[in-house]
């Protein structure tokens, strides 16, 4: 057994569910000093009875800490990133990682109820022809897939709920660092991608990078880390141009501005120039720089009058405009874990037939123990803890000196 990487493992898991040292060792019997040299590789040998407690401790199967976890090792990532920052993107990609892997374990129970394949890109969404710009990629792709869902030029209510419609693929939100928005993980062997974006106070921020992370989804351009920046790729263009036209498309602002009284957009002319431009943001649920660009590429003002009308904020945008209230509670929900909701199925149905604990569903939920416990109570869910058992040692050690003897 490598000690090193069997306390590497110890050590990740640990963190993941939120136990110090000490509380873990609590819970497994052992002293904060032992589990301090297991999980730095420094304890001369470990016992495989050792092992057991503190997997049992930590609520997981044993052989993620004797093996390792095959989903971390195997996941395919592609992040959103506002700066490149080692320690951000380590942590955001813990964060999105343990829904997959609680996923993977919930594999021997078979599938969700009603659970849809994946599909990454159906069949009725064509690629764009790669002869045509960024921009005008991004809008065919957009259009394509209004059309498909029968979409209009309403506007979008959900659009992770969109992207599990259109492809299967499950989205979440969770608490990820600043300099990251958004995650997307592939797990080529059980074909399960994951898109994950931040929990935030920018609810319009949150949905454009949903819809930017579609346009990779669908276009399976293998992006890896795209920065948002300056100088950006191609592929990033063109993901940018896909989720405006899908967001806020052109038909749509143009039939918006032909409901309005007196839809005039010059700020040089009009006093209210700002508050059509806030108002069709809001319709939407876009930025104001994002319809600004929309809007300049359709001609309807200048580079200069958008210059002169960026800058607000959502939050003050709705302040002056009368949606405040309700842009508050907008704001909540984007700052609220919402985790995929196929998994969260399994992973209450596995709760209640004993095979996971609390703590993992309480994790994914992004909730306190005591939260979980009393909304499940709260939907007449209570669960009866099983009986202690061990794992068979006798077992694991005759197969690891099987596996050894048939390696030489």
């Known amino acids: 057994m490598d000690l090193e990487r069997t306390g590497e493992r110890i050590r990740r898991e640990r963190e993941r569910a939120g136990f110090t040292e000490r509380q873990l060792a609590d819970r497994a019997g052992l002293s904060q000093s032992t589990l301090h040299r297991i999980e730095h590789g420094t304890r001369a040998a470990v016992t495989l009875a050792e092992i057991d407690r503190i997997a049992e401790a930590l609520e997981i199967p044993l052989r993620l800490i004797t093996s390792g976890n095959p989903v971390r090792e195997r996941v395919q990532i592609a992040a959103r990133i506002n700066t490149l920052v080692e320690a951000d ?27 849809q394949r994946q599909q990454r890109r159906p069949a009725g969404v064509p690629l764009p022809q790669a ?19 029968d979409l209009g030029t ?29 995650f997307t993980l592939t797990d080529p062997v059980r074909r399960t991608t994951l898109v994950a974006v931040r929990a935030c106070e920018v609810p319009e921020r949150q949905r454009f990078t949903f819809g930017h992370e579609l346009g990779h989804l ?27 036209h899908l967001l806020a498309p052109e038909d749509g602002i143009l039939s918006w501005l032909g409901t309005r009284p007196n839809p005039v957009i010059d700020a040089e002319k009009h006093p209210c120039g700002e508050r059509v431009v806030a108002l069709m943001a809001r319709h939407f649920r876009v930025s104001l720089a994002v319809v600004l660009i929309q809007i300049e590429h359709m001609g309807l003002i200048s580079a200069s009058l ?29 700052n609220t874990v919402r985790p995929p909701r196929r998994i969260l199925e399994r992973a209450i149905l596995a709760y209640r037939e004993n ?10 939920e992004g909730r306190s123990i005591h939260e979980t416990e009393a909304a499940l109570k709260e939907a ?15 077992r694991l050690l005759a197969h690891g000196s099987a596996g050894r003897q048939s390696g030489q």
């Open 131 to 149: 002869s045509r710009s960024p921009e005008l990629q991004g809008k065919d792709l957009a259009a394509a897939v209004r059309l498909t869902l």
């Open 154 to 182: 309403a506007p979008i209510a959900d659009i992770d709920e969109l992207i599990e419609q259109l492809t299967g693929v499950d989205t979440a939100v969770v608490q990820l660092p600043k300099t990251v928005d958004g």
């Open 89 to 115: 993107r380590e942590e955001a990609l813990r964060q999105s990682l343990q829904i997959l892997e609680l996923d993977a374990r919930l594999d021997r129970a078979g599938p969700a109820p009603d659970e």
């Open 355 to 364: 095979r996971i604990g609390i703590r993992a569903l309480a994790g994914l």
């Open 306 to 334: 958008k210059k002169s009308l960026k800058g607000p904020s959502g939050a003050e945008l709705a302040q002056r405009y009368g949606w405040g209230p309700a842009y508050e509670q907008e704001q909540s929900a984007a």
């Open 380 to 394: 007449g869910i209570t669960v009866t803890p099983p009986a202690t058992r061990r794992a068979d040692l006798g």
């Open 218 to 244: 669908l276009l399976e351009d293998g992006t890896a880390e795209h920065q948002i920046g300056d100088e950006r790729s191609p592929a990033e263009e063109r993901c940018n141009a896909f989720a405006r």
